[in-house]
């Protein structure tokens, strides 16, 4: 087996002697690439952002940014990582390199006040400045002026600003970062990372990565993975390493035994059946996201109030749901949908209505070596749709409480409703009491008003730094009367 490396701006570096939890970021600054900046270690500033060659969504390969913070070196084995030091041209000796085309517009458009944020906006900025269609929703080119945006989120030249909700910066002010987000033109045809879009992305390789006594380990296939799971029950499994790598920095979590599954090939399926949408449990929220661009409406809504972009880069939906946590937000989406997860272990297959998935806090009915295969989301949708996130921040924050609606109304009466709850129990929940309130009755705002009372009793929601119990029982109620106003129109027309 050839020694774990990862090609970073081109070259091949060993990844020993790094510790198997040794970050992406660690790994780099270690090397003298100190541009990738810590400011947080979890997640929560994107100073480390990094671009990582990954499976293209419309070319054969994307370059994406994630937060080297979170994902250890190990896990980007055989892969293809580009900083923002990879990203200027080197002129000749003595010749001070060429900016990048993004890194010339934040100089010149004053996007750089004391620096830290800055090399981690660039990356950021560069993920989105080669996104494949970008540039088909642009409605002017380079150097077009800031002021002619079309809406406060997109720029004239297509960029989404979206891709950057995960930089944070504390001096120069956003501003001017946006006028050099809005600015940038399009790749050249000789832009080597344009080019490189036009190839595969690099293989998953199986990687055995050891040192002092800890291993960090990847198999091909998920025959293999399961059965190493039975051989290694301690083993702690990670897809995306967005939580995990939380654990590791803030917690100091180090395990004997990592298996990675975020590359396995049978996890990353997406398919649309007559009577289903099954999607891979280490498919990337932004792979989902963009694979099945509004195709089921009510994760659309929630897509975008998802952490920020860079998590979502690495995020899956097998690390939401393999948490356990009360306050994920794909379950109550997922509950809303009557979702079940595809459970996997080395004697086979079952399958778990969501519903029946969590038994306690951070529990569930997965056994140790049991991996979630994928999630199937049933056909047909219910019409009627909306998730409702109250968090203290609109974007990048985790929720007090989170409700998903999913109803069925016909000439004016609730069919069928299915409400997903988060944050107002030990495990997420479906909304019986209110579900049973609604069905059958008319959509009007007395059933509604009724209804909601039923709903600011469901769960037994806590008092903690996030919300009180209080608050959280009553963004239940609202939520409803919200969807209420937000739909009339539409189910009356
Ligand atoms: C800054 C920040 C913001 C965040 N914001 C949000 C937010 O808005 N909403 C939200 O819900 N979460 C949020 N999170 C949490 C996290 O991003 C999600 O839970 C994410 O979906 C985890 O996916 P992952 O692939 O990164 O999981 P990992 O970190 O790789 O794994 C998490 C856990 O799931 C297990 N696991 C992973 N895949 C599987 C599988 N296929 N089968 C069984 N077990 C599995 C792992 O063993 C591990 O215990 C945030 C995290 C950070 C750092
Ligand atoms: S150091 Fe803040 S997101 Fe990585
Ligand atoms: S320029 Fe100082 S933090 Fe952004």
Not at 167 to 190: H, K, M, Q, S, W
Not at 218 to 240: I, M, N, Y
Not at 319 to 326: E, H, V
Request: with cysteine; hydrophobic share 40%; net charge negative.
């Amino acid at each position: 087996m050839v020694a774990a490396r990862i090609t970073v701006n081109g070259k091949e570096t060993p990844i020993a002697p790094a510790a198997p939890h040794t970050t992406v970021l660690d790994f780099l600054r270690e090397r003298g690439l100190t541009g990738t900046k810590e400011g947080c270690a979890e997640g929560e500033c994107g100073a480390c952002s990094v671009l990582v060659a990954r499976p293209g969504v419309n070319k054969p390969t994307d370059w994406v940014a994630v937060n080297a913070c979170l994902v250890p070196a190990a896990a980007l084995d055989g892969q293809e990582v580009i900083t923002s030091e990879g990203l200027a041209t080197a002129g000749e000796p003595g010749v001070p390199p060429a900016l990048h085309p993004v890194q010339e517009e934040m100089a010149v458009r004053g996007g750089s006040q004391c620096g830290y944020c800055t090399p981690g906006f660039i990356c950021s900025m560069a993920a989105e400045y080669y996104r494949p269609d970008r540039c088909t929703h642009a409605d002017s080119g380079h150097g077009a002026d800031p002021a002619d945006s079309t809406d406060a989120e997109h720029g004239p030249n297509g960029f989404d600003l979206h891709a950057l909700s995960g930089n944070l910066c504390r001096c120069t002010g956003y501003r001017p970062i946006r006028d050099a987000a809005f600015a940038v033109g399009e790749p050249t045809d000789d832009d080597p990372l344009a080019q490189r879009r036009e190839q595969s992305p690099p293989t998953p390789v199986a990687t055995e990565y050891h040192q002092d006594d800890s291993a960090f380990l990847r198999k091909s296939t998920l025959a293999e993975t399961l059965q190493l799971l039975r051989e290694r029950p301690d083993a702690v499994v990670v897809a995306g390493s967005t939580d995990y790598g939380v654990e590791v920095n803030i917690r100091s979590r180090r395990a004997d035994c990592v298996v990675a599954i975020d590359r396995l090939p049978e996890l990353r399926e997406l398919r649309v059946e007559s009577d289903c949408i099954e999607i891979g449990a280490a498919l990337t929220l932004t792979e989902i996201e963009r694979r099945l661009d509004g195709d089921v409406p009510l994760l659309a809504e929630l897509f975008p109030q998802f952490a920020s972009r860079l998590i979502r880069n690495g995020a899956t939906l097998g690390g939401n749901l393999g948490t356990g946590s009360p306050i994920g937000d794909s379950p109550p989406v997922l509950l809303a949908l009557e979702a079940s997860v595809v459970l996997a272990d080395a004697d086979g297959e079952r399958v778990v209505p969501l519903a029946d998935y969590f038994t306690g806090y951070r529990q569930s009915v997965r056994r140790p070596g049991e991996l979630i295969r994928s999630v199937r989301i049933p056909l047909p949708l219910s019409p009627v749709v909306a998730f409702h996130k109250i968090a203290k921040r609109r974007f990048d924050d985790i929720s007090s409480v989170a409700v998903a609606f999913a109803l069925d109304i016909e000439d004016g009466i609730v069919r069928k409703a299915r409400i997903g709850l988060g944050g107002v129990a030990a495990t997420p929940i479906r909304s019986l009491a209110t579900e049973a309130a609604l069905e059958g009755e008319p959509w009007t705002a007395s059933t509604v008003e009724a209804a909601a009372r039923v709903l600011r009793g469901e769960g037994t929601p806590m008092d903690d730094h996030r919300a009180s119990s209080l608050y959280r029982s009553a963004m239940l109620g609202q939520s409803l009367l919200k969807l209420y106003a937000q739909t009339t129109e539409k189910v009356s027309s």
